[in-house]
């Protein structure tokens, strides 16, 4: 079974390094690099929408928070039936219509076109990097997690074992990110997106079949004594608030996560998207069952005694995998597993990159001349600082995932979605929801993570009150007060070709 696994783990890391060998070839320019040309079709750029936003955080962080929390975690996952047409009908007719109109890469130049104000550009550039950092960082640990439990590394070194495999992790991603760019990126994110779909729904049987059916894992688990009948309550473990707080950042925050809003602007058509919602939703609603099945069938057989118990949640996926599923579906899992996380990673990389050598330069009125050598250099240096953020952040998958969700949120979801859909939004307002949505969920969660400086004060926040939350609600709250506020006759003079399309 390890040999199988091993190979599938080979055989895709040489076809990813085949891909990244194919994409550099055609990767002649900025606009290739960073938007793959605009040449995509609708069906690519759906399979790499989902692909971006259910990665290692599904495959891997999902089971580990449901382990841990219960069926509470499902709240992130319950928006998926509304959010795909959310973001196509809301926010991806109008990112699209600009890019063909203006040459836009990012969603700080977006920011910059709607609202002319290179403080709120520059502002939303730092919050994309900061967010991605985060977010890359968990699929970093993700597939650290994912290649020390297949190797079996942690017997060798210990617990540097884990930076190691992330390590070795990153040289992959890195290698073909920098070569091909979101060429590379997008057409891996198609073959992630079918093998993640097939895996789910081959996973999900297994899970049934391991654990003797869900009302034999229901049984075994609110029986036991590890877990309990909470663990099956609505709300699980968790404070009514956290559960709510997953809610509504993970319904209303799409609407500012730049690695999804960026596939927008690689579309060849926009008259094709309106296709597009209900290939998304299908293929997220199929990717879930990974989430529920590995969730309730490992507590379960560790209830049953079949399983030893987690000492790291976020193993839960891959153990189950090893030790109750055919070598064969193993291997095609984990190849899926290392595709969901490799392909987003090179979408953070790629807006993580387009931020530093594109939008802060912008903010500051100069340009980096070639743009296309330092978004590679970018790459690299990305890497490495998410690498090592995760590592010493110390935290499960789908928490650190969570906190760059929560950036991204608060930070861009207002000044996209409302600004691009009324036009009474003025760069001042925008400026502001942009500012306080990035400084108030960075200062919460330092403040409810710190531990080392004693004399800080925790987070002012009841218990269980999620940080992105509050600073998506803070980030709308401003953007809505201070548009209101604003005399009618000072409404933004917008340009002639950013007016027409918010008619639209």
Not at 149 to 165: H, I, K, N, P
Request: charge should be positive; charged fraction near 10%.
């Amino acid at each position: 079974m390890t040999f199988s696994i091993v190979v599938s783990a080979v055989v895709y890391l040489v076809l990813v390094t085949a891909v990244g060998i194919w994409a550099a070839g055609r990767t002649k320019s900025a606009k290739d690099f960073f938007i793959a040309g605009q040449k995509i079709g609708w069906v690519v750029t759906a399979f790499a929408t989902m692909s971006a936003a259910f990665s290692g955080f599904v495959f891997m962080g999902g089971p580990g928070l449901m382990y841990r929390v219960g069926v509470a975690s499902l709240f992130i996952c319950i928006p998926v039936g509304f959010t795909s047409g959310l973001l196509c009908w809301v926010v991806g007719k109008r990112l699209r219509l600009l890019a063909g109109l203006r040459e836009i890469y990012t969603v700080p130049d977006v920011i910059l076109c709607r609202y002319r104000s290179r403080r709120a550009s520059g502002l939303a550039a730092v919050a994309v990097i900061i967010g991605t950092i985060g977010y890359l960082g968990a699929q970093l640990q993700a597939l650290g997690i994912l290649i020390e439990m297949v190797f079996g590394t942690r017997a060798l070194f210990g617990q540097w074992s884990l930076l190691g495999a992330m390590i070795l992790g990153s040289v992959v991603v890195v290698f073909y990110a920098t070569a091909g760019g979101m060429v590379a990126g997008v057409y891996t994110d198609l073959f992630q997106g079918v093998l993640m779909v097939a895996a789910a729904l081959a996973v999900f049987f297994f899970c049934l079949q391991s654990a003797g059916g869900l009302e034999a894992m229901s049984r075994s688990i609110v029986s036991s004594e590890a877990f309990g009948p909470n663990h099956l309550d609505p709300f699980g473990t968790l404070p009514v608030m956290t559960a709510v707080g997953f809610f509504f950042v993970f319904a209303v925050g799409l609407l500012g996560q730049p690695h999804m809003l960026h596939k927008f602007f690689m579309l060849s058509d926009p008259r094709t998207l309106k296709w597009m919602p209900l290939v998304i939703g299908l293929t997220q609603s199929a990717c879930v069952l990974i989430w529920l099945g590995i969730g309730l069938a490992v507590p379960a057989l560790v209830a049953q005694g079949r399983m030893a118990s987690l000492a790291n949640p976020d193993q839960a996926a891959p153990q189950f995998l090893l030790d109750f599923t055919p070598g064969i579906l193993a291997g095609l899992v984990f190849a899926g597993v290392l595709a969901a996380i490799m392909s987003t990673a090179d979408s953070f990389l790629n807006i993580g990159s387009a931020a530093i050598v594109r939008d802060l330069p912008k903010a500051f009125g100069r340009r980096v001349r070639n743009e296309l050598l330092w978004g590679r250099v970018a790459v690299v240096g990305l890497a490495v600082f998410s690498a090592v953020f995760a590592f010493l952040y110390e935290d499960l998958i789908a928490l650190i995932g969570t906190f760059a969700f929560g950036t991204f949120a608060a930070a861009l979801a207002p000044a996209v979605a409302i600004g691009l859909n009324w036009r009474r939004v003025g760069a001042t307002a925008a400026t502001a929801s942009i500012a306080t949505g990035m400084v108030v969920n960075l200062g919460l969660e330092f403040l409810s993570k710190q531990t080392v400086v004693d004399w800080l004060p925790s987070a002012p926040l009841k218990a269980g009150v999620l940080p992105a939350a509050v600073s998506l609600g803070a980030s709308f709250t401003v953007l809505f007060a201070l548009t209101w506020l604003s005399p009618a006759r000072h409404d933004p003079d917008l340009d002639p070709d950013v007016d027409f399309v918010m008619q639209i």
